[in-house]
């Protein structure tokens, strides 16, 4: 195949099971499925979708064997026979485009439950501390117990052999319950199941065997594993390999392999900070312990996916989030339109953060279409209109974008020199680089799409080009919200924006306001070699963080030595530093010799206003002009006004 990416293209097997590619997409909750315990329309789609779009092989995310043990949310029951048809409808959707059909099923998290969902007493290898509340003490399963779930299994292999699921994935993985058997700082039986590799991989072993014994040796079976849970005390990479050596002989026909657990969340769901490909390390020293096939994830490209299948080390390549953003990159990458790729933005905001912190179903930040591919399909119109988008920041680049394929006459207007907006200028840190990338890709599909931009172009309220449009997307964004401080004036003093922009000279750097933008801009400053310290009024930095993306925050502010003054008020700037006032009313000066002020953001409403009282039938008003927020909400609002015009 003439593709730079031909080597992921090639066939390969697990076991028996013939795959297309080397492309797989990764298990994650969608919580998507019903109270019944069937799977959703909407659940069926999304996972459709990413079959049509290329994937040889659709991994569904994990799978409760029972309610008893689940302590998760919502997945399909398994353990329940009229669950099947439903599930066959998903399993026959994804066949038809040519892709497999993989169920990861799982006995439980464990120690890991979810505190806001259900009232039972968290079950573990041992009595082990609750993860969410370390004052509960789980319950350790009887060794009756283990045999009900290894039963279970049984049950559930048998259910999705019936389905149609052309494999079964075991979840060992993340510290959940399979976990917590395989580690000694969570198991500490002296039993059967508890002491050497051997007997705290018999649990383990014992489900292997009961599925390979219901499916028999036709059904692949994978073990979905963490080789390194990067905390301390926890299973090191070495620790692993045996266990590997242990599952192999007892029937595993592939590994999928990664790192980190609950007390490194931000391995579980890959940060932007942690970088890209950030597990692919476990992979070579695995490849030397077993001979099936190893499958890896974490922040993959299509870049770094290359690499790795060219090193030798790993056979096939996960794409978890990549395949939410966009569910077609393996099909554009097999016709040579890596251009068109849609990137995820590694943001965890409406993926893993909807459903951790609204226990609702999965969407995503650059795709709004994710698990509402029913109703929000982008069709042709029957009668295109004229429309005019003011800002190209990316709520005005989406609503152009959804606006242009749908049929209409799109001409962005934007002031300055450049699309993007303020996602563009602040997104100067190696971590930010998958913005830079989204806002490259708009850039791409504007061009494609025939969309008129106009840079370099003020618009005002009274400009007769709004006259003719049929209808007004204003997308003006936002302004830095400037506090009444003495000083803040100064020649030392720079915005944030400012700061990205045009660069900040001087060794010591103070950043007043320590929320994600202060704190992002002071690690970018500290990792060129600049001393950093972060003034904050509230208790803590970094409050309107993604909590799992925080976790990586703070770490890496830690390791550049970065200051963080927190219950502290910023009361006057002079040429020297920040005078600052503690809660008992002390008072300090910190020194420095650059002074960024990151206060915030406030909605630039003069404009949006302005149109609005002329033209407000056919004007909608995006994006941070109409409230500030954060990269995907923007780009929702932009993506439905352009679906509202019909």
């Avoid at 329309?41 to 994990?62: L, N, S, T, V």
């Avoid at 968290?122 to 399963?141: G, H, K, T």
């Avoid at 006459?409 to 997104?427: M, P, Q």
Wanted: some cysteine.
């Amino acid at each position: 195949m003439d593709s730079k990416y031909a080597k992921l293209l090639e066939p390969m097997k697990i076991g028996n099971m013939n795959l297309r590619n080397r492309f797989i997409m990764s298990p994650m909750g969608t919580f998507t499925p019903m109270q019944d315990g069937t799977e959703s329309e909407e659940g069926i789609m999304y996972y459709e979708e990413r079959a049509r779009g290329g994937f040889a092989m659709i991994i569904i995310g994990a799978q409760f064997i029972n309610e008893k043990t689940a302590q998760g949310g919502p997945t399909i029951a398994f353990d329940n026979n009229r669950a099947i048809p439903k599930t066959t409808v998903l399993c026959e959707r994804v066949h038809r485009w040519g892709a497999k059909i993989c169920a990861q099923l799982s006995p439980g998290t464990g120690r890991n439950g979810m505190p806001d969902i259900g009232e039972r007493v968290p079950i573990s290898s041992s009595e082990n501390p609750s993860f969410y509340d370390p004052n509960v003490i789980c319950r350790a399963l009887t060794v009756d117990e283990i045999k009900d779930i290894i039963k279970d299994f049984a049950q559930a292999a048998s259910f999705a052999q019936k389905a149609g699921f052309d494999a079964i994935e075991i979840h060992g993985h993340a510290g959940y319950l399979i976990d917590q058997f395989l580690s000694p700082i969570w198991n500490k039986r002296t039993d059967e199941y508890g002491g050497s590799a051997e007997n705290r991989a018999r649990f383990a072993v014992e489900i292997v065997q009961a599925v390979r014994n219901t499916v028999g040796s036709d059904m692949p079976i994978l073990f979905r594993i963490a080789l390194d849970h990067r905390f301390p005390g926890g299973r090191t990479l070495e620790d692993s390999m045996p266990l590997l050596e242990i599952l192999e002989k007892a029937g595993v026909d592939a590994f999928d392999v990664d790192a980190g657990a609950y007390e490194t969340m931000d391995y579980i769901f890959p940060t932007a900070y942690v970088g890209d490909a950030c597990m692919a390390y476990v992979c070579k020293e695995a490849r030397k312990h077993v001979n099936v096939p190893l499958i890896n994830a974490g922040n993959h490209s299509p870049e770094t996916a290359l690499e790795l299948v060219n090193s030798g080390d790993c056979d096939f390549v996960m794409f978890g989030r990549q395949a939410i953003a966009d569910p077609e990159f393996p099909k554009k990458l097999m016709e040579n339109r890596r251009e068109d790729v849609r990137p995820c933005i590694v943001c965890n905001e409406e993926c893993i953060g909807r459903i951790f912190g609204r226990l609702t179903q999965l969407s995503c930040s650059v795709n709004i279409q994710v698990c509402m591919e029913k109703y929000f399909p982008i069709t042709k119109t029957d009668s295109p209109k004229d429309i005019v988008v003011i800002g190209a920041g990316p709520s005005g680049l989406e609503a152009a974008r959804v606006a242009a394929i749908k049929g209409h006459h799109v001409t962005v207007y934007e002031k300055s020199d450049d699309i993007g907006g303020i996602l563009k200028i602040i997104a100067t840190a190696p971590f930010k680089k998958r913005i830079r990338d989204l806002i490259e890709w708009y850039d791409v599909q504007l061009k494609k799409l025939g969309v008129k931009i106009k840079l370099n172009t003020e618009i005002k309220a009274d400009d007769t080009v709004l006259d003719y449009a049929d209808k007004i997307f204003v997308a003006t964004g936002s302004l830095p919200f400037i506090p009444n401080i003495p000083g803040i004036d100064g020649k030392n003093v720079i915005g944030v924006i400012d700061a990205h922009e045009k660069g900040v000279s001087g060794e010591k750097i103070a950043v007043c306001g320590g929320g994600l933008s202060g704190c992002d801009t002071a690690l970018e400053l500290a990792m060129k070699g600049k001393k950093v310290t972060v003034i904050e009024m509230l208790s803590e930095c970094a409050q309107d963080a993604m909590p799992i993306n925080k976790i990586s925050l703070m770490r890496m502010l830690a390791e550049n030595a970065v200051t963080l003054l927190t219950n502290s008020k910023v009361t006057a700037i002079e040429p020297n530093g920040v005078v600052i006032e503690k809660k008992d009313g002390t008072r300090k000066t910190i020194k420095a010799d650059t002074v960024i002020t990151a206060f915030g953001q406030k909605s630039d409403t003069n404009l949006p206003d302005a149109i609005r009282a002329k033209y407000n039938i056919k004007t909608t008003v995006i994006g941070d002009a109409e409230k500030v927020a954060k990269v995907g909400e923007a780009i929702r609002t932009g993506f439905y006004a352009a679906m509202a015009v019909e």
